[in-house]
């Protein structure tokens, strides 16, 4: 083959550019510690070693193999999650912050969610030669063929939003939204309620209606009671495609359910605008491209799969639905989010 003429007028001796170029080629072989990490999840290895174990006893207990198990133990101690002495791993403070499904910062439901769209993302060069995404029947199929453990349905969704939640993004929120001074937040597609319950504790007048769908209220029940803040925060379910949404509040959240151009977004501002008192707040949590479309990156792999508004599209449709002030409040480029805040005019 012959090779392209910048190859074969490259300088090798020089180091420019070299750190971003290994950064990249880095990126291809990124999905090896996804993979082995949800691996380890998937194979129950850190509720199994609450107690330290070997390889070998872990791989009893789990029904795993011993030398496979072994390797993808150091890689977890790679990751600041298992500690080894001698022979012997147990769990890091880490670990047991995150990943024990009694730790408050569990993020097991995330890595479920992540484990469920591995499936998906792994099409996305058929969906480029115009094949369809994945479709239930395939995720099924493939679940069962990979021996999954892991839940199904609803209700490890809502536990993935609320994993995210509780490891930086209802801290990012209330450091940023300052609700003093008002009364009832209306949470729509509120999902766990994460949000509805750091709001609370951080503003104590404040009350919330989580409004959603029944089954994710279902685990909203679990997180409000967990929070001791029942007598503070109620349950409402709700479609938006049929339903209006709960009047009088002062402040509206929607947080992550206006993804890009197929969420209906017009509908769902129309309705919050309605439902909203004179003089309230629309507060809007999203994942942003920037207003040229070029990042951040985990904005623009969203919006591969799901949609993704830029910042001044977001603005743009805000202001139409009535909503004056629209700016960007904040941004979070680790995680690709932006929070947009706007006023229903009095
Ligand atoms: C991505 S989650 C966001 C959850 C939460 N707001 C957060 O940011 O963590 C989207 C939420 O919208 C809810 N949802 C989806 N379709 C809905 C509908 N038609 N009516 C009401 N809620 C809906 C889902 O049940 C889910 O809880």
Known sequence: ??????????????????????????????FRVSRSLLAAHQAGFFEALRSPKTAVQLSLAQSTDAEVTEKVLIAMCALGLLDRRDDTYSLTDLARDIMLPESVRYIGGALDFSEYMWWEWSVLPDMLRGGK????????????????????????????????????GAQFMVEHVDLCGRHLLVDIGGGPGTYSVAFC??????????????????????VVK??????????????????????????????????????????????????????????????????????????????????AF?????????????????????????????IVTASKPL
């Open 133 to 168: 995404k994945y479709t239930e029947r395939h995720r099924l199929m493939k679940q069962l063929q990979s021996g999954a453990s892991y839940v199904s349905g609803p209700e490890y969704f809502t536990l993935a939003m609320h994993g995210k939640a509780v490891n930086g």
């Open 310 to 338: 830029s910042e001044s599209e977001l603005i743009d449709l805000i202001s139409s639905a009535g909503f004056t002030g629209a700016r960007l409040l904040a941004t979070d480029p680790i995680v690709g989010s932006g």
């Open 201 to 222: 504790q951080r503003f104590p007048q404040l009350k919330a209606v989580v409004w959603d769908q029944p089954q994710p209220l279902e685990v909203a029940r679990q």
């Open 226 to 307: 967990h929070y001791e803040l029942n007598d503070r925060i109620r349950l409402q379910p709700g479609d938006w495609e049929n339903d209006e949404f709960t009047h009088g509040g002062d402040v509206i959240l929607l947080s992550n359910v206006i993804h890009g151009p197929r969420s209906n977004a017009p509908t769902i501002l129309a309705k919050a605008f309605r439902a909203l008192r004179p003089g309230g707040l629309l507060i809007v949590q999203e994942f942003l491209l920037n207003s040229q479309k070029t990042g951040p990156i985990p904005a623009a792999v969203f919006n591969i799969m799901v949609g």
């Open 1 to 30: 083959m012959k090779p392209s003429n910048s190859i074969e007028t490259m300088n090798l001796s020089t180091t420019d550019g070299i750190d971003t170029a290994k950064l990249i080629a880095e990126l291809g072989w990124q």
